[in-house]
């Protein structure tokens, strides 16, 4: 079996009896993915027909080379909201040239995840915090359900921060469409209730908890098809100005790529990054949640692959940004997908909707869609990570909470700029402060503690330092100002030991710092010592000039140290 | 005695003994300086009475807030290029508006390093990697070296990227100005062998070491003298267009600060905050060393506030960005300076140079500066940490030769920013992979070590891992990783057993990802069992619903784990 062998390797292992699973979680994740790749498209400030475009390719480019097996990929709320964003100041939404925008940015984040894979950089998926996710993600929602809210109620607003929105909102109420607002109205609560009542009804009924719940995600479905009738019955777009879809193309869309410029890459390259960055890592915490549920697992650096190739696709075939999205992705795991032909199966129904049925969506009324983003974001809004969250660690909570304001009042591009600065923070904090004790014998063992934690004995002139941690260039320097602290503490010292039980690397900085501090401290008569040094650390410094130096005092266990030290110290011109 | 006395630490111990030391080590200094601060202000683009204004004020700053007792604080080779290299798009240099920008340039710098104290963000100055500072010195000091031909040669040259200024230099040398050069060359040539001849003829004559290498640095002036006499005497400004650097005003500044503007805030604060971080960081390594020679120590947050006083007050009195400089700091050191008393030495002599000698620099010949210059950096070229790093560590060598090549061929400030991401890149790799080990008895005791490297024993459907750093977001997902791939191996276990001894701490999304094992361990009927954990960790974690729990399956010793696995495993269902 070759490694890059053609066929993905659920297809050389598909066993018949999956495929009854796969095509009812293919057939049930398209009857999501019709209103929401609609709606996502408005979001993102594009025509219908791209939403659509972007939920065919993807999945089956997904199919072919991501590790999940359970992953929807297609339009999601937060790439969508951030494209807009992207977008905004470079083009008017719906034109021509904002939709090649978006083309492009869908190519450019694609072609940075994808060449992320075979730099194994997948390991960055892991690298915001969940706190700063969460708080992104709640930001993110609450922005998407206010900017909804133009649609929802038919009222012209600007589009600016949250709080000129709001703003205008308290202020224009009596311009609101009220024809509109009612539509949008009664589908958020035909939403919602579906979502509370319905799912606890059907349990109630019999009907088995996954099916229920799966029952209830088909309800934005039967909104978008109520109020399609009730308006094209009611003939409201004409006598009540509500807004409808109207034409949407019909036929598959040309392949192709438009040309980029170097131009319209300075303004794309950084939105790309961060919509790259959210969608990865967001797909990558959904699939894994699910993967671990079934003892599978997804392996990062083919997911860069396999959704870079995801968002290429998209491109190729005139879509926008996509990635894995949280919903669609429980309800196809929970409706029985077993591979990835279940996204093969509803891009292919996708492609039927596309081809023929798309003069169906021309009633559809924009309130509606506007009412399904709100209802599914609204689920997006996550305050139990910040409850656990404050319980558990304040500064966690707040950096959640400072990612989440900074979502709202700085915009979103801003937001996530900030959370990823707060993990960087965060890391170089935590790596420049190395965990280290001083240690003393435990009475009568060859054990050594902490002397702040426990009674131990320790030997007079002798500094014992245990380092908890690898030495590196942001956190050695430390070890040499804890050293000068103890010294200055205690200025009779005549030795300091260093325990490397827990130093499993050591970089050319942290070298040059132990081979300063050892000069430094033979200049004035303090011997250095090592012990515990593991066995590739001792075999790198072994050739330097420190290593040499050090020969005759480094020693295998703490202990030796000890009672070589105690000899020393009773040498003649020191008498015990 | 108060913490926040109005008179520093230093002065008020002042010991009548170290008045001969400073005033030596103040005037020595100063020599230094004038030749420097000319030099240097003409490297930044400025003309020459700024770099004086940026010796006096600056110094005395420094003096009251600063913790080093012998860092030599003006202006320095690379925050001058990276003045020029920021204010290039933005003005032409020598205008009022570039001099104005300038002095922005130091009041931002100041107020950023200034505000840092407080927020103890000191550690920042040992976040990047000795070999991307020494790589980013090299790169600045051949672009500064080869930026001075033009001034050393009397030739005009474009000021663009590095190759088109050689390129330049190759097709217009029939253009150079022979006297300039002639004067040029001989500065450098006196120059070198000052240095390299200088220092050991002295020895041979029996001069101490320190004094002797002290003479040599007095050579710069004795060039900027020499030159001036011959310009003045041969009338070589007019015969022979050699460039003078012309008449300086005369007199102190007047002190205040220019209007700042919110729109010149924004092409400023990205090149403040990196002239901040490498000044600080340059300052703060070297003020370590020469403290470590005298067993003293600096405080990186108290310095934050010594540099960024210095920069505020460079500000103040028409100057422009300062900070300390290696070799000054070094004469000054070994000149004597036993407090930043010789620093107010140094800044009073500017004052008086200042005040009325400054027609003398009238027919000082650019050249000469030029020659001072490319001298200096000369210095700087670092070959010596590329070489151990190469011997020592090949991904150290590389981030150096990388940042080294950003410099060089991006420019100063992108070479600086890919060393910081090389930094950033670095510790996240570092950070998302955490060392872990398998771990089995030693027979016969209690100590348990890695499978892989010793004969252990271990248990039949029992994985024993060793956990070897602290747990937090970055790298708590590779442990969940490293679990599922055991477990694959291994199909047969019944328990995975944790042993925490050197989890220092658990975050937020640790805790997450170890509470989601536990459950998903449990749904698969394998046990999950925790040893070794710390105290404060186990505090944290014991009110958690994950403590609750692992209540009963925490062990204080890895020991007692294996005994009651070994207890566990003999129950009637699985016979021994």
């Not at 409808?244 to 193309?249: E, H, R, S």
């Not at 700085?410 to 965990?435: D, M, T």
Request: some cysteine; proline content about 5%; aromatic content about 6%.
């Amino acid at each position: 079996m070759h490694k890059y062998a053609l066929l993905p390797d659920w297809l050389r292992r598909y066993q018949r009896q999956w495929i009854t699973g796969d095509l009812t979680a293919g057939l049930i994740v398209t009857v999501m993915l019709i209103p929401q790749s609609l709606a996502y498209a408005m979001l993102a400030g594009l025509p219908p027909e791209v939403g659509l475009y972007a939920s065919v390719l993807p999945l089956i480019a997904y199919a072919l080379l991501g590790t999940s097996m359970t992953l929807a990929v297609g339009p999601v709320a937060v790439a969508s909201l951030m494209t807009a964003s992207a977008l905004a100041p470079l083009a008017t939404a719906g034109t021509a040239e904002y939709i090649t925008l978006a083309v492009l940015l869908a190519l450019i984040s694609g072609v940075l995840l994808f060449t992320a894979g075979p730099l194994r950089l997948g390991f960055l998926a892991y690298f915001l915090s969940h706190p700063v996710i969460s708080g992104f993600i709640s930001g993110s929602a609450v922005l998407i359900a206010i900017g909804q809210l133009k649609s929802l109620l038919g009222v012209a607003l600007p589009s600016g921060s949250i709080i000129d929105t709001v703003a205008a909102l308290a202020t224009s109420y009596d311009k609101v469409n009220p024809v509109t607002a009612m539509i949008g109205g009664t589908a958020i609560a035909f939403l919602l209730s579906a979502r509370l009542r319905l799912a606890p009804l059907l349990k109630a009924l019999g009907m088995p908890a996954s099916l229920a719940e799966m029952m209830t995600r088909l309800a934005p479905m039967a909104a978008v098809i109520g109020a399609t009738l009730y308006v094209m019955q009611s003939g409201v777009d004409r006598t009540a100005n509500v807004s409808i879809v109207g034409a949407v193309p019909s036929g598959l869309p040309a392949l192709g790529l438009p040309a980029l410029e170097w131009s319209q890459l300075s303004g794309l390259w950084l939105p790309a990054l961060l919509i790259s960055l959210v969608g990865f890592v967001e797909s990558v915490s959904v699939a894994q949640s699910l993967a671990l549920k079934r003892g599978q697992r997804i392996q990062p650096d083919r997911e860069l692959l396999g959704i870079g190739a995801a968002n290429i696709a998209s491109a190729f075939s005139g879509g926008y940004p996509v990635t894995g999205g949280f919903a669609r992705s429980v309800v196809n795991f929970s409706a029985g997908a077993h591979t990835p032909a279940a996204g093969v199966i509803s891009a292919l129904l996708m492609t039927m909707v596309i081809a023929g049925m798309t003069g169906w969506f021309h009633y559809l009324p924009h309130t509606v869609l506007a009412a399904t983003i709100i209802v599914a974001v609204s689920s997006l809004i996550d305050v139990d990570t910040l409850k656990e969250a404050w319980r558990y660690d304040k500064a966690d909570a707040l950096s959640l909470l400072l990612t989440f304001s900074g979502v709202l009042l700085l915009g979103v591009e801003e937001g996530i700029l900030l959370g990823v600065a707060l993990s960087l923070a965060v890391l170089v904090w935590r790596s420049s402060h190395p965990h280290m004790a001083v240690v003393g014998r435990v009475p009568g063992t060859e054990h050594f503690r902490n002397v702040d934690r426990q009674q131990v004995e320790t030997l007079p002139g002798l500094i014992a330092l245990r380092i908890d941690e690898s030495l590196y260039f942001a956190n050695a320097h430390m070890l040499e100002e804890k050293v000068e602290a103890l010294l200055r503490a205690q200025p009779q010292t005549r030795g300091v030991l260093l325990i490397m039980s827990a130093v499993n690397q050591l970089d050319a900085t942290a070298l040059g710092v132990l081979t300063d501090l050892e000069k430094n401290l033979a200049s004035r008569s303090i011997c250095l010592h090592f012990s515990e040094v593991k066995g590739p650390v001792l075999d790198r410094i072994r050739p330097t000039p420190l290593g040499q130096r050090m020969q005759d005092r480094t020693f295998l266990s703490t202990h030796q140290a000890f009672l070589a030290f105690s000899d020393m110290a009773s040498l003649p011109n020191q008498p015990a």
